[in-house]
């Protein structure tokens, strides 16, 4: 049986890893400004007024989680807009008082922005953001040294925030970008899994529809002979006992996919088949220059199409043909036992399948003398690889 690999360890590992990145960086830049205010601003006087960054940081650490939550599931938060709104409201006023320390809660309504708004408004709102920034950085450090220092201290800001703010908005896509990654492995495994299960139900299907037709023939055959002719009916039943081994050891083969189906044995069977049943059989095989994947097609296609014949007609008589024309292999099958009307069961719809897959056709119906007709053509080379190619 063929196995197929499904999200497991390696996928979810990389999320639960993308997951934790995400983290983080999203408490780093959260407890950073809480800390440095609390060791540095000259705003915090007192003990008490230790609690006021606090409060703001957790407000802000929930405000932005729930944006980047709804970005690593490829959404966008209700009122967004209200939500950066808010963010601003507990940046902005506190910073003016607080100072620097609190500038870095910036990086959070960058990230924010990029992950709930739209492009344009995304980048406006960005670039809003670092006006802001290079504006308070050069308030802050004015007079603190020469030009020279000043404009490397705001390029210094504006370095840190916009790096920082495309890592926290970074982080939260990747996670998004790795769940996208599993559903489509999980489908495709899915995908996989269903058309193996399609393989091995059409494979058993054409496998053991002749197989168990051929059983009870021979069955019927040997109960009309067990009095009669005793000899002739225990080599029936040896028959039936090789047929019964031949299934398993093909049923077998196909759970493994190492079923391969001959074109000459296939029509050898079917023939004998078709005489013990009582069908008067004429058989024109041509086979030389056939390639395998054809063969096989064309071996399925006479199972199936004789089979069809001993379980769903009365036919008395019956033509299997095999030919070559132009690069073309082709198969027919012509009984007259069919009555009322014929429709594209799950065996011809297999092997329907077949034949498309093998750069070929079928077609089978009623014909104006009330014959049945089953029609396969393909490529003779289908499956081989052709030079230049």
Request: aromatic residues 6%.
């Amino acid at each position: 049986m063929r196995t197929f690999e499904t999200p497991g360890r390696t996928e979810a590992d990389a999320a639960r890893g993308a997951r934790l990145l995400l983290l983080a960086v999203n408490v780093s830049v959260i407890v950073a400004p809480i800390g440095y205010t609390l060791a540095y601003s000259p705003a915090i006087t007192t003990p008490a007024l230790g609690i006021v960054p606090v409060a703001l940081g957790l407000a802000i650490a929930a405000v932005h989680g729930r944006n980047t939550l709804a970005a690593t599931r490829g959404q966008r938060p209700m009122g967004a807009v209200w939500l950066l709104a808010l963010l601003a409201l507990l940046i902005y006023p506190p910073l003016l008082w607080i100072g620097l320390s609190w500038g870095i809660t910036q990086t959070t309504l960058i990230a924010s922005a990029m992950m709930v708004l739209p492009r344009r408004a995304a980048i406006a709102t960005v670039g809003a953001v670092l006006l802001a920034v290079a504006s308070y950085a050069t308030y802050a450090y004015w007079g603190r040294g020469g030009t020279g220092r000043l404009v490397f201290d705001v390029a210094a800001a504006l370095t840190f925030d916009t790096v920082v703010g495309l890592a926290l908005f970074g982080a939260a896509r990747l996670v998004w970008m790795l769940y996208q990654v599993a559903a489509a492995q999980a489908e495709l495994a899915a995908a996989a899994a269903g058309k193996e299960r399609i393989r091995v139900s059409r494979d058993l299907h054409d496998l053991l529809g002749q197989s168990l037709s051929a059983v009870a023939l021979k069955g019927d055959l040997a109960l009309r002979l067990v009095q009669d002719d005793r000899p002739a009916a225990r080599s029936e039943v040896r028959d039936v006992a090789a047929i019964a081994r031949n299934t398993l050891s093909g049923m077998r083969a196909v759970t493994r996919d190492h079923h391969v189906a001959t074109l000459p044995a296939e029509v050898e069977g079917s023939a004998a088949l078709l005489r013990v049943a009582g069908v008067r059989t004429t058989v024109e095989v041509e086979t030389a220059g056939l390639s395998p994947a054809a063969e096989a097609a064309l071996a399925w296609a006479v199972r199936e199409g004789v089979t069809n014949v001993l379980r769903h007609s009365r036919a008395r008589v019956c033509s299997l043909r095999v030919g070559q024309r132009d690069n073309r292999a082709w198969l027919e099958i012509v009984n007259d036992g069919v009555s009322g009307s014929a429709r594209l069961g799950t065996g011809l719809t297999g092997l329907a399948e077949r034949a498309k897959a093998a750069s070929g056709s079928l077609s089978s119906g009623l014909r104006a003398d009330g014959s049945f007709r089953l029609f396969v053509e393909l490529a003779a080379d289908a499956g081989t690889i052709k030079e230049g190619s």
